[in-house]
């Protein structure tokens, strides 16, 4: 099977060699301009990344499969082309889960052991001491048992802390180093916890999942951390509930940057990143680039993608 590829992202020559090399005797075509894509996609096979693709899938003639540089599939899937597409479309799962982990831990470190509020005080010119918290003496539920999850389960466990995975269908893994509970029963555990992390997609299901009901069951001194989705969290809900939890770290929001007004600019127990749990990378070295690679072979070889997402899920 010989087709065209196009390849949406600023990319180096060893990447597209490598493209190539994956894919004999193909086409592989970089676009850098939305003009290019528009022109592009109409007789393309494969389109790799997400710059100009909802823009430009219109024009799309023969597009069988679309390759995503994101986990996350709610901003693809909120366009109707999108949703509807007769292509398959696969994520870049797995690519980020230790980055992503690796942030989460620092949220909850930073706040567990008052590293924020220190450096407040010491910009005041304070000197203040308190009470901590240490991981071994915490119970965490982390909704979310993909890639993320389970790395951010890892850690926390590494650490002495005991975990407890939240997901839609608990029986899915046999084996599992944490105890693995359904949705229903995480949210009904919630006034257990001391700390809550949220490393969901969002769907229609998990949208607003932590709602004024969810977030008041939050016990006080509780700590929630959330790296994904903005759309998670009921805002104005949280908002209300600042003052008696432990902590708060957000690294999404449901609009980014947020207003100058904004609660999580000001208030002292959130601690506020700038999406960058899944920082920026180099415009010419990106972590997706071995899967890309991967993935092409396979198509090109004619077997499926991996990482391919169901529609109908959101994921």
Not at 109 to 135: D, K, P, Y
Not at 163 to 182: F, K, L, M, N
Request: include cysteine; charged fraction near 20%.
């Amino acid at each position: 099977m010989i087709g065209k590829v196009v390849v949406s992202y600023p990319c180096d020559v060893t990447h597209l060699a490598n493209l190539q090399a994956c894919a004999p005797g193909w086409q592989i075509v970089p676009v850098s301009s939305e003009q290019q894509a528009l022109r592009e996609f109409e007789d393309a096979d494969v389109v790799l990344g997400n710059p100009h693709f909802i823009q430009a899938l219109p024009f799309a003639r023969r597009l069988k499969w679309m390759q995503s540089n994101s986990v996350g599939m709610d901003l693809l899937l909120s366009s109707e082309r999108v949703r509807t597409g007769d292509f398959l479309i696969s994520n870049a799962r797995g690519v980020y889960d230790n980055e992503l982990a690796d942030h989460t831990l620092a949220m909850i470190l930073s706040l567990l052991r008052g590293i924020t509020a220190s450096e407040r005080n010491r910009l005041a010119g304070l000197w203040h001491r308190r009470a901590l918290v240490s991981i071994e003496d915490t119970h965490t539920l982390v909704f979310g048992y993909g890639g993320v999850g389970r790395e951010v389960c890892r850690r926390l466990r590494l650490m002495g802390g005991r975990v407890t995975a939240v997901r839609r269908q608990p029986d899915v893994d046999a084996v599992s180093e944490v105890p693995i509970i359904g949705l229903n029963e995480g949210l009904a555990r919630l006034p257990q916890a001391d700390i809550v992390v949220l490393a969901l997609p969002l769907t229609a299901e998990t949208e607003n999942l932590f709602d004024r009901k969810n977030i008041a069951a939050l016990p006080t001194g509780c700590f929630l951390i959330n790296v994904s989705r903005g759309g998670l969290i009921d805002e104005q809900a949280l908002e209300s509930a600042l003052d008696r939890l432990g902590g708060v770290g957000l690294d999404c929001l449901r609009e980014e940057p947020p207003p100058s007004g904004h609660w999580a600019w000001r208030h002292p127990g959130v601690l506020l990143t700038p999406h960058v749990g899944r920082a920026p990378e180099s415009p010419t070295c990106r972590r997706f680039y071995s899967l890309f690679e991967h993935n092409l072979g396979r198509w090109a070889s004619g077997q499926s993608p991996v990482n391919l997402i169901d529609r109908t899920l959101g994921y």
